[in-house]
């Protein structure tokens, strides 16, 4: 087969066309992805647009040309429109709508007319450099496919504004074919690698996104929100062996409500969910973002202070006390009020096992309770394991 220009965009309107139906089928699976949709739609736009232009340039008829331009910015108008959606900011169609309507209302102008190939690719590589916009302005989700797709674009953008330069300045034509090896050509070959990348890397950003939130969804404690039990000791094991490595001290809190089984047994389980509910809202409003936190069981919490003394995560662990203490919770018309029992433990022995913590930590938590809850304790200088007594829990 003879390789021509108008060859060229025959294969790039087919990878477009072939990119777009896979984007388009992986959306009939993740129907709740919009952006899967609108891009395989705008895939099938450009493609539409690609063939009209090369079989006007081709037949010599402008209005096919026009056709194809007005495709062209459609269909960029919808990747935005994608781009957008995948960051839940889907704008208004009829931003979408603008590039089509001027590049429309340009080719009505005779002296427009004349420079209808460079509208069309200042529109283009506007709404691309928009989508590269709304891509970095989501930077802050830790998506690793985000950042070859922002390149990828990036050169898109480049090459097309070196052709409104190249059509502007006469080294290119506005609306004949130009040869195969020119700066057209090189377009045209760079496009079909566009369309082939950015339907993977859509399809990649996706996938990547929902296992992210499959793993958040394994490590989150679905009652409350918070951490659950086995995210909580992975987290606060790396987190002492930092400290371990820094040399820094750290100190581990564990909470108990007080009485929380006559919560239950009084007002229902319902209510007793929100009571924890609440607690883990006020804790983590009173702990640092450093600080890991989690719910080990029942009514029972934890927490890993790291760079904290013990005294100063006293001063923390009283100040969540007493606000959890001093508040009354209206829950579903009943009025409760519930308090908290709270045991200290450090690291500033040289311990910077996890389980060894909590065990000192446990023990404060459990002399608390005997000596009449709602209150914090600190351990006791540690003995050794064997001559520890057996911990027996109060309410």
Same mark, same amino acid.
């Given at each position: 087969?003879?390789l +021509?220009?108008?060859?060229?965009?025959?294969?790039?309107?087919?990878?477009?066309?072939?990119?777009?139906?896979?984007?388009?089928?992986?959306w009939?699976?993740?129907?709740?992805v919009?952006?899967?949709?609108?891009?395989?739609?705008?895939?099938?736009?450009?493609?539409?647009?690609?063939?009209?232009?090369?079989?006007?340039w081709?037949?010599h008829?402008?209005?096919?040309?026009g056709?194809?331009?007005?495709?062209? $910015?459609?269909?960029?108008?919808?990747?935005?429109?994608?781009a !957008? $959606?995948? /960051?839940?900011?889907?704008?208004?169609?009829? &931003?979408?709508?603008?590039?089509v309507?001027?590049?429309?209302?340009?080719?009505?102008?005779?002296?427009?007319?004349e420079?209808?190939?460079?509208?069309?690719?200042?529109?283009?590589?506007?709404?691309?450099?928009a989508?590269?916009?709304?891509?970095?302005?989501g930077?802050?989700e830790?998506?690793s496919?985000?950042?070859?797709?922002l390149?990828?674009?990036?050169?898109?953008?480049?090459?097309?504004?070196?052709?409104?330069?190249?059509?502007?300045?006469?080294s290119?034509? &506005?609306? &004949?074919?130009?040869?195969?090896?020119?700066?057209?050509?090189?377009?045209?070959?760079?496009?079909?690698?566009?369309?082939?990348?950015?339907?993977?890397?859509?399809?990649?950003?996706?996938?990547?996104?929902?296992?992210?939130?499959?793993?958040?969804?394994?490590?989150?404690?679905?009652?409350?929100?918070?951490?659950?039990?086995?995210?909580?000791?992975?987290s606060?094991?790396?987190?002492?062996e930092?400290? !371990?490595?820094?040399g820094?001290?750290?100190?581990?809190?564990?909470? +108990?409500?007080?009485?929380?089984?006559?919560?239950?047994?009084?007002y229902?389980?319902?209510?007793? /969910?929100?009571?924890?509910?609440?607690?883990?809202?006020?804790?983590?409003? $009173?702990?640092?973002?450093? /600080?890991?936190?989690?719910?080990?069981?029942?009514?029972?919490?934890?927490?890993?202070?790291?760079?904290?003394?013990?005294? $100063?995560?006293?001063? !923390?662990?009283?100040r969540? !006390?007493?606000?959890?203490?001093?508040?009354?919770?209206?829950?579903?018309?009943?009025?409760?009020?519930?308090?908290?029992?709270?045991?200290?433990?450090?690291?500033? +022995?040289?311990k910077?096992?996890?389980?060894?913590?909590?065990h000192?930590?446990?023990?404060?938590?459990?002399?608390?309770?005997?000596?009449?809850?709602?209150?914090?304790?600190?351990?006791?200088r540690?003995?050794?394991?064997?001559?520890?007594?057996?911990?027996?829990?109060?309410?």
């Amino acid at each position: 087969m003879h390789l +021509d220009l108008p060859t060229l965009m025959t294969m790039e309107s087919f990878v477009a066309v072939s990119a777009g139906a896979v984007l388009l089928i992986a959306w009939t699976q993740h129907r709740g992805v919009a952006a899967l949709g609108l891009w395989g739609l705008a895939d099938l736009i450009a493609a539409a647009g690609i063939f009209c232009l090369m079989l006007g340039w081709d037949l010599h008829e402008p209005p096919l040309t026009g056709l194809g331009g007005g495709l062209l $910015a459609l269909g960029s108008g919808f990747m935005w429109m994608a781009a !957008r $959606a995948f /960051d839940a900011k889907g704008p208004p169609p009829v &931003q979408a709508l603008l590039g089509v309507g001027i590049f429309t209302m340009g080719n009505v102008i005779p002296t427009v007319r004349e420079f209808a190939g460079s509208l069309n690719l200042l529109i283009v590589s506007t709404y691309f450099l928009a989508i590269m916009r709304s891509l970095w302005l989501g930077r802050h989700e830790h998506l690793s496919a985000r950042w070859p797709f922002l390149a990828l674009i990036g050169i898109h953008v480049t090459v097309l504004l070196i052709g409104t330069v190249s059509t502007l300045n006469g080294s290119s034509s &506005q609306d &004949q074919v130009p040869p195969l090896f020119s700066l057209f050509g090189f377009i045209h070959f760079e496009s079909i690698i566009f369309a082939i990348g950015t339907a993977v890397f859509m399809l990649a950003l996706v996938k990547e996104r929902s296992e992210t939130a499959s793993r958040r969804v394994a490590q989150i404690d679905a009652l409350t929100g918070v951490a659950n039990r086995a995210s909580f000791t992975e987290s606060a094991t790396r987190m002492l062996e930092r400290c !371990r490595r820094e040399g820094t001290p750290a100190s581990v809190m564990m909470f +108990d409500l007080d009485k929380f089984k006559i919560v239950n047994d009084r007002y229902g389980h319902a209510v007793g /969910d929100a009571v924890l509910r609440e607690f883990c809202k006020l804790a983590v409003g $009173a702990l640092r973002q450093t /600080d890991v936190f989690g719910r080990i069981g029942g009514e029972e919490f934890a927490a890993v202070l790291p760079g904290t003394s013990i005294e $100063a995560a006293f001063v !923390r662990a009283e100040r969540i !006390r007493a606000a959890f203490a001093a508040a009354t919770l209206e829950i579903e018309g009943s009025l409760i009020h519930v308090t908290v029992s709270c045991g200290l433990a450090s690291n500033e +022995d040289g311990k910077h096992e996890l389980n060894a913590l909590l065990h000192d930590a446990d023990e404060a938590l459990y002399c608390a309770k005997v000596e009449g809850r709602n209150r914090v304790r600190r351990a006791a200088r540690p003995q050794p394991l064997d001559e520890r007594a057996a911990v027996i829990r109060v309410a």
